[in-house]
């Protein structure tokens, strides 16, 4: 498994917020709740669109298009329309810096 990687500095993900990175090619998403960081796939399982452009509520992120709404842990949809998963990445915060597992 590959090591973890810094995505971002940690005052550039203020709490509360969304947003877009990217590692090696991915997309990734950064919500940052409470004082946990976490990394999803930024794109919705049922259109395609950016979570990024989404708004947290709680520990999940809806995706603004049509509603769909994924647990920022586990990727889990947990409202209609997406019935699919959202790809989660391993996320920590080293001092700092916002650091991301791809592998």
Do not use: N
């Not at 990024?52 to 409202?79: I, K, Y």
């Amino acid at each position: 498994m590959s090591d973890f990687r810094t995505v971002a500095r940690l005052e550039d993900v203020p709490p509360g917020t969304l947003v877009p990175v990217e590692l090696d090619g991915e997309k990734i998403v950064l919500a940052h709740v409470g004082e946990r960081v976490y990394a999803l796939h930024d794109q919705c399982s049922h259109e395609e669109y950016p979570l990024s452009s989404g708004e947290l509520v709680g520990d999940q992120v809806t995706c603004v298009l049509h509603g769909a709404r994924f647990d920022l842990e586990t990727g889990t949809p947990r409202a209609l329309p997406a019935v699919r998963p959202v790809k989660t990445y391993q996320a920590r915060v080293e001092g700092e810096e916002v650091q991301v597992r791809i592998g």
